[in-house]
């Protein structure tokens, strides 16, 4: 697990780093932090929907299913700390646009834009800390009970413990925990892309050509 940890501890590490951010922008013009703000929501919007419908399926459709999940667990610390970085990029770009201090931060919730950059960064943060390591680590210990009970490693299939005679109760709890944990991963996705569509769909709708 040291190497979870240490995508937690870079992801902490960016959280509190993004404090400063504030500071730097006021030496930035207007135009250059209102396109930081779009750029990133861009960003997590495009990675998100690139990873989840394109190359997701296609990686699952092509590798076997153990190296399939062990692409997935480099790919997606990375994954995630980039959509936590851009959600807290977005909505500290927003908090500066707006000129919102302190006493102020109740006003971003009331804003829809800022509804959708709350709920996005929020979806980031609980997939970056909790559900994507915790799905890995179960996709690990199933792997290894797999290849105990000499289980065939195939493309584009689930695992066949719960149809061996040989699984026991634990492991078919293993399973569950799997599927309750990379649910909850992929609600927090969907949760995070479609509150980044809503608020490009808001921006977009400001803009005038």
């Not at 419908?53 to 980039?82: C, D, E, N, Y």
């Not at 009970?149 to 413990?161: H, K, M, N, R, Y």
């Amino acid at each position: 697990k040291q190497w979870y940890q240490r995508r937690v501890a870079i992801t902490a590490g960016v959280c509190a780093g993004s404090a400063g951010l504030p500071y730097l922008y006021a030496y930035l013009p207007s135009n250059i932090v209102a396109f930081l703000n779009i750029s990133s929501m861009a960003t997590t919007f495009g990675t998100q929907v690139w990873v989840g419908s394109i190359a997701g399926l296609t990686m699952f459709r092509t590798l076997k299913r153990r190296t399939f999940g062990l692409v997935q667990s480099k790919l997606f610390p990375k994954f995630a700390l980039l959509n936590t970085t851009c959600s807290l990029l977005a909505i500290t770009t927003f908090i500066n646009l707006k000129n919102y201090d302190v006493n102020q931060m109740q006003e971003l919730w009331r804003q829809p834009e800022g509804k959708t950059l709350v709920i996005g960064l929020i979806s980031n943060l609980l997939n970056s800390f909790f559900f994507i390591g915790g799905t890995t680590d179960a996709m690990f210990q199933i792997h290894k009970r797999e290849k105990e009970l000499g289980l065939p490693d195939e493309v584009g299939a689930t695992s066949q413990i719960k149809k061996c005679e040989k699984a026991t109760p634990e492991d078919r709890k293993l399973l569950r925990k799997f599927g309750m944990l990379h649910g909850m991963s992929m609600m927090m996705s969907l949760a995070s892309v479609g509150a980044a569509a809503a608020y490009l769909y808001h921006i977009g709708k400001a803009i005038k050509f």
